[in-house]
């Protein structure tokens, strides 16, 4: 850590006062060595941008990372995820990545997690002070958005209290193109806000997959949709078992020879299965340097961060653009809450009965419990909870919640996040309520 000059580079942002820095920055030696020993950091994904993540914030000082992934090593993967070698496949992604980069960068610990991000709990997720996300799919960071959204709580003015905010850093790869975004939940858009950027995923008409396949995305999307319920009933589909990926890719093979369709591989079966777009390593290098850099300016506040998305067009030269998206006042996952209006007079069942049957909830909420401040109205679970708070699903809302405001948290097995709702009562528009809804299950 303290070799002569190995982190001069460092120094030039954290030891000098500038026009551009972030709020309380104060430039200080100690600065650095708070960053090296003191924060922590998760990096999610340890693949082609995951691998660029790693090495660049071991390099940019980071002292304390930890890396989560769930895939093992592939031959494919050996082109631009630099870390790995041959001798390396088969081996999980994330053990691999950690030993190789505290091989190259000595002084840094990266402590590797194999396995599944829905895996760990709350409390793993709220020990770092920073996330850094190199994900290549829409439902992992529509996850992980909603786990770290979940840990946040409200001033009574409806600011986020700044002890329960955990930044993310986003970066995505497709191509020629990329995108880095800094989210500070409560302050900026999550992910959630702005899910409907994102172009829907390509699908094809069942009737040219049955009948009349022309691609070998044809050929292996009959197999995946149509062919495995038929032969293998009650067998659900996993993309991540390499059983059922090679069945689905032995079966396409086949039918794309009698249609004399040709270019059916095993690594085209996963892409198509999995959405997977093609990477390119000098892309993930690039988005992987500003995540990197962003990621050090939240901690360290030598920068103002990026307001709050840029995306790179190497399709069109070294292009990039920065632009700030807008946050939804009434997004269902990071906003103080959604307007609720409700009759006074409803009792705690009807309440959740309209819970369940609105628009915005029910395809969130199976089994809603509910609590009010540390007090239970209604458990689902376990048994004997439900038997006790049973009688105070016949007692008015407005009566249960003392007839003043505050924060119902509804708990829910379908949610992995917080879902707020501001319920007002009919005939009290003095009376607002915060509702919290937290998955758990």
Same mark, same amino acid.
Not at 181 to 207: A, D, H, K, S, W
Not at 340 to 357: G, M, N, P, Y
């Given at each position: 850590?303290?070799?002569?000059?190995?982190?001069?580079?460092? &120094?030039?942002?954290?030891?000098?006062?500038?026009?551009?820095?972030?709020?309380?920055?104060?430039?200080?030696?100690?600065?650095?060595?708070?960053?090296?020993?003191?924060?922590?950091?998760?990096?999610?994904?340890?693949?082609?941008?995951?691998?660029?993540?790693?090495?660049?914030?071991?390099?940019?000082?980071?002292?304390?990372?930890?890396?989560?992934?769930?895939?093992?090593?592939?031959?494919?993967?050996?082109?631009?995820?630099?870390?790995?070698?041959?001798?390396?496949?088969?081996?999980?992604?994330?053990?691999?990545?950690?030993?190789?980069?505290?091989?190259?960068?000595?002084?840094?610990?990266?402590?590797?997690?194999?396995?599944?991000?829905?895996?760990?709990? &709350?409390?793993?997720?709220?020990?770092?002070?920073?996330?850094?996300?190199?994900?290549?799919?829409?439902?992992?960071?529509?996850?992980?958005?909603?786990?770290?959204? #979940?840990?946040?709580?409200?001033?009574?003015?409806?600011?986020?209290?700044?002890?329960?905010?955990?930044?993310?850093?986003?970066?995505?790869?497709?191509?020629?193109?990329?995108?880095?975004?800094?989210?500070?939940?409560?302050?900026?858009?999550?992910?959630?806000?702005?899910?409907?950027?994102?172009?829907?995923?390509?699908?094809?008409?069942?009737?040219?997959?049955?009948?009349?396949?022309?691609?070998?995305?044809?050929?292996?999307?009959?197999?995946?949709?149509?062919?495995?319920?038929?032969?293998?009933?009650?067998?659900?589909? &996993?993309?991540?078992?390499?059983?059922?990926?090679?069945?689905?890719?032995?079966?396409?093979?086949?039918?794309?020879?009698?249609?004399?369709?040709?270019?059916?591989?095993?690594?085209?079966?996963?892409?198509?299965?999995?959405?997977?777009?093609?990477?390119?390593? #000098?892309?993930?290098?690039?988005?992987?340097?500003?995540?990197?850099?962003?990621?050090?300016?939240?901690?360290?506040?030598?920068?103002?961060?990026?307001?709050?998305?840029?995306?790179?067009?190497?399709?069109?030269?070294?292009?990039?653009?920065?632009?700030?998206?807008?946050?939804?006042?009434?997004?269902?996952?990071?906003?103080?809450?959604?307007?609720?209006?409700?009759?006074?007079?409803?009792?705690?069942?009807?309440?959740?009965?309209?819970?369940?049957?609105?628009?915005?909830?029910?395809?969130?909420?199976?089994?809603?419990?509910?609590?009010?401040?540390?007090?239970?109205?209604?458990?689902?679970?376990?048994?004997?909870?439900?038997?006790?708070?049973?009688?105070?699903?016949?007692?008015?809302?407005?009566?249960?919640?003392?007839?003043?405001?505050?924060?119902?948290?509804?708990?829910?097995?379908?949610?992995?996040?917080?879902?707020?709702?501001?319920?007002?009562?009919?005939?009290?528009?003095?009376?607002?309520?915060?509702?919290?809804?937290?998955?758990?299950?």
């Amino acid at each position: 850590m303290d070799m002569q000059g190995r982190w001069e580079d460092i &120094d030039h942002l954290l030891l000098r006062q500038g026009t551009l820095v972030g709020p309380e920055f104060e430039p200080c030696a100690e600065l650095r060595e708070s960053l090296h020993n003191d924060l922590r950091v998760l990096v999610i994904g340890a693949g082609g941008l995951g691998c660029e993540l790693l090495k660049d914030l071991a390099l940019s000082g980071f002292g304390n990372i930890d890396v989560i992934d769930m895939d093992t090593i592939d031959v494919s993967n050996l082109n631009r995820q630099f870390l790995f070698r041959m001798h390396d496949v088969g081996k999980p992604k994330a053990v691999v990545a950690a030993e190789k980069v505290m091989q190259r960068v000595k002084g840094v610990k990266v402590v590797p997690h194999y396995g599944r991000i829905e895996e760990k709990d &709350d409390e793993f997720y709220r020990q770092f002070q920073i996330i850094a996300l190199g994900l290549d799919s829409l439902e992992a960071r529509s996850y992980i958005n909603s786990v770290v959204c #979940s840990f946040l709580e409200y001033e009574a003015d409806g600011s986020p209290a700044l002890p329960t905010i955990i930044p993310m850093v986003d970066g995505g790869t497709e191509g020629f193109k990329g995108h880095a975004r800094v989210i500070i939940p409560g302050v900026t858009p999550c992910f959630y806000c702005t899910l409907g950027l994102f172009p829907p995923q390509v699908t094809y008409p069942l009737c040219t997959l049955a009948e009349t396949p022309r691609s070998p995305a044809h050929c292996i999307e009959y197999v995946h949709l149509i062919q495995w319920g038929q032969e293998r009933p009650g067998d659900s589909f &996993d993309a991540d078992n390499p059983e059922h990926m090679k069945w689905i890719f032995d079966k396409a093979f086949k039918r794309a020879e009698q249609f004399k369709i040709a270019g059916v591989t095993y690594s085209l079966t996963q892409g198509v299965v999995k959405n997977i777009i093609p990477a390119i390593a #000098s892309t993930n290098a690039i988005i992987s340097a500003a995540c990197a850099l962003e990621t050090l300016k939240i901690a360290t506040m030598c920068c103002r961060s990026m307001d709050n998305y840029m995306m790179y067009m190497g399709t069109q030269g070294v292009y990039t653009h920065t632009l700030s998206h807008e946050k939804d006042p009434n997004c269902l996952v990071c906003s103080p809450g959604v307007p609720f209006e409700v009759d006074s007079s409803i009792s705690l069942q009807k309440f959740i009965e309209l819970l369940l049957e609105d628009p915005q909830f029910k395809d969130k909420l199976s089994k809603p419990s509910i609590s009010y401040q540390k007090r239970n109205l209604y458990m689902q679970a376990p048994p004997v909870l439900e038997e006790m708070t049973r009688p105070h699903l016949n007692s008015p809302l407005f009566e249960l919640m003392e007839k003043a405001g505050g924060t119902l948290n509804v708990n829910d097995k379908k949610l992995t996040g917080i879902l707020r709702v501001n319920v007002s009562f009919r005939g009290h528009n003095d009376t607002v309520m915060d509702m919290d809804t937290a998955g758990g299950g």
